[in-house]
Each structure stands twice: as C-alpha cells, then as structure tokens.
C-alpha cells in the first residue's frame, strides 16, 4: 500500500491565488521530507527540503518566499504556492526517507500533485 | 554539480524482448543509486536501491548493475511485458549528509502486444 500520500491530486487555480498541498508519511515518522517538481517531459527536479522543527533548505533559484514550506509533524510537511502564475503550473511529487533493511533509508514518493494555473 | 544522464530517452519494444536502459553520472562520489517506475500523471515506485559499495541488485524480472568508477549503471528488464510499458527514472544520491536525489530525465519505454 501508499507510504507516503500527497492532498489534493490535482488542483487548478485562477492567477494570483494561494495553493496548498499536503505531503503525508503514513505508517512512519519522517523528520526530513523533500519536495521536487517536474516539468513536461523532464527530469524531477529538488525545491526544497522540509525538515521538522526548522525552517526548510531550499534549492538555488528557488523562492523561499513564493513556495512556503511548514513541516508541522514527524508526519506532515506542506507546500504553499503563493500568488501563483502560470508558470508556477507543474508536478510536484514530495518524498520521504523510511528506515529499511540494513540499517539504510530507503526514498518513498507521493503520488504526485498537478498544479494548473490560469 | 552532479549530473544523471538516461539513454535513450524512449525506447518501443516487442512483448517478450529483454532490454537495457542506461544511466551515467558524472561524479562517482555517490552513496547509492536508485531505479523508479513512473506511470503517466502519477508518483514513483522504487524499483531497486544499489549502494555504492555493491555491484548489481535483483528483484524479479529486473535487474540493475552500478559501476561507480566509470560512473554507468545499467537497469535490464528481462521477458518484457506490456505492463512494463512505463516512464524508468535513475537517481543517484552524493555522498554527504543530505538524503536529496538528482535524477536523470528517465527512458519511456512502451512494450507492445
């Protein structure tokens, strides 16, 4: 079954308005949770990561202002697009690192969530 | 900065055939190396995790090898079905604290009946 879900699967917004998506670790705690997005036909690429109980480290070139990161549980981290354009439209798939054998962490994605801005 | 690259970019088989998709990197300081499957619209399942101390993993059908010196790793999917037909995705993770992953562009295959 899903390890990590992701709320709402799919969203469109008029210009100038504020989305929010939930990231979600479902049977485990997850103090790091990190937030990619992925353009038509690219590679996913690295916008933040959310660490709980500290501000979030964001990539170069991405706006800490304009994407807003809380991770407000061991098992919940959010992503807020504020006054969103239309080029803000993407894919955005968050992830989380779960304990497996070995004593290694192993990445668990969310379905992903598909912002289209008007 | 480090750099994944997957060739080919897309790749249509017959149902049945054995394949092989490439991944390179650019830096071979890497902690492990990671396969996903990503289906159109949706997220990534991991198919298989290759620490940079092994030299291959195994998982049904599939199997992926990494060679870190010479920075390649290779994903072959044996008896291929058309339900592997599917976005593959090679990410590796550089050595360091951070868990953040750089991915390639990933290979669409499309395995035809």
């Known amino acids: 079954g899903a390890v990590v879900s992701q709320h709402p699967s799919r969203v469109i917004c008029k210009s100038g308005t504020s989305v929010k998506i939930e990231c979600r670790s479902l049977d485990f705690q997850a103090t790091t949770m990190f937030w990619y997005r992925q353009f038509p036909k690219q590679s996913l690429m690295l916008m933040a990561t959310?660490?709980?109980?500290?501000?979030?480290?964001?990539e170069q070139g991405v706006e800490k202002d304009k994407f807003l990161i809380n991770h407000a549980s061991l098992t919940l981290s959010t992503l807020t697009v504020t006054s969103a354009h239309p080029e803000d439209s993407s894919f955005y798939i968050c992830s989380a690192p779960r304990p497996s054998g070995g004593g290694g962490r192993t990445q668990y994605f969310g379905p992903g969530t598909r912002l289209t801005v008007l | 900065k480090q750099e994944v690259t997957q060739i080919p970019a897309a790749l249509s088989v017959p149902e049945g055939e054995n394949l092989v998709l490439n991944c390179s990197f650019t830096d071979s300081a890497i902690y492990n190396l990671q396969w996903f499957r990503q289906d159109p619209g949706k997220g990534l399942t991991s198919l298989l995790l290759i620490q940079s101390s092994q030299r291959e993993q195994t998982s049904g059908r599939l199997n992926a090898s990494l060679d870190k010196s010479s920075g390649r790793s290779t994903l072959y999917i044996a008896a291929s079905q058309p339900g592997d037909s599917a976005t593959y995705l090679c990410a590796v993770r550089p050595q360091g604290g951070s868990e953040k992953l750089v991915f390639g562009k990933g290979t669409k295959l499309t395995v035809n009946p």
């Open positions: 959310s660490n709980e109980g500290s501000k979030a480290t964001y």
